[in-house]
């Protein structure tokens, strides 16, 4: 049976996440910064902030039977990398820094359990840049080639790795934003089944699938819809 720790896990994906694992039976550790907020009976609330440290190393050593890390854990500041730097370094802080930092902690706990499986969520802006989100693509592609480059890494003790990539989905993230949103509960349910069928990537929604793959096109083509006419 699986035994999975969650990051993020009191909203959004990661409550999805994190309730559906329940639901397939898993023994679930349900990590957030405030634990208070956490609302998953059945699951270990685990208090974490994945860029501090001491934090990440305690649930480590906590959730020691893990076979299934998900990195869920993110922020979008909205900054753009000629504003405001501390954003720009904040979003990198945690949505690549911490998201490894997580994975160096749990690879000798996964290699211990029999290799498993880590779930890193990225995004659509893993593969392309908008207005307002500058450092959260930046952030976000960063992540995405992390799991690449740890897919081979940890390939020696077994250990699978799964990217996650998503358009917008209907979350307190893209709350006000006047477009398609994915229901959270079907982008946990799709990633879970690609977990358990061995996918490399999840790629959710429509948008995501043409954002990939224009990256086989002239840019200039994809951009035209940002640029000034």
Do not use: C
Request: net charge negative; hydrophobic share 50%; aromatic share 6%.
């Amino acid at each position: 049976m699986t035994t999975a720790l969650v990051t993020g896990a009191n909203r959004g994906i990661g409550r999805h996440l994190a309730k559906q694992l329940l639901e397939r039976g898993a023994t679930v550790y349900a990590a957030a910064r405030r634990p208070e907020t956490l609302d998953l009976p059945g699951a270990r609330p685990v208090a974490l902030d994945i860029t501090d440290p001491d934090a990440v190393a305690a649930a480590a050593e906590l959730a020691g039977d893990v076979d299934l890390l998900v990195n869920n854990a993110g922020i979008s500041t909205g900054a753009q990398l000629l504003g405001d730097l501390d954003g720009v370094r904040a979003e990198m802080d945690v949505n690549f820094w911490g998201t490894l930092a997580m994975v160096r902690a749990f690879a000798p706990v996964l290699a211990a359990n029999g290799g498993g499986a880590v779930v890193n969520v990225a995004s659509a802006l893993s593969w392309f840049a908008a207005p307002g989100a500058g450092a959260y693509a930046v952030s976000k592609a960063a992540n995405w080639n992390m799991s690449n480059a740890l897919r081979l890494e940890l390939a020696g003790q077994g250990t699978q790795v799964t990217s996650v990539h998503l358009g917008l989905a209907d979350t307190d993230m893209a709350r006000g934003l006047d477009a398609p949103k994915t229901d959270p509960a079907d982008v946990a349910r799709m990633t879970l089944d690609a977990v358990e069928a061995g996918a490399f990537e999840v790629v959710v929604d429509d948008w995501s699938a043409m954002v990939k793959a224009s990256l086989a096109q002239d840019p200039r083509a994809f951009y035209a819809r940002f640029l000034p006419a």
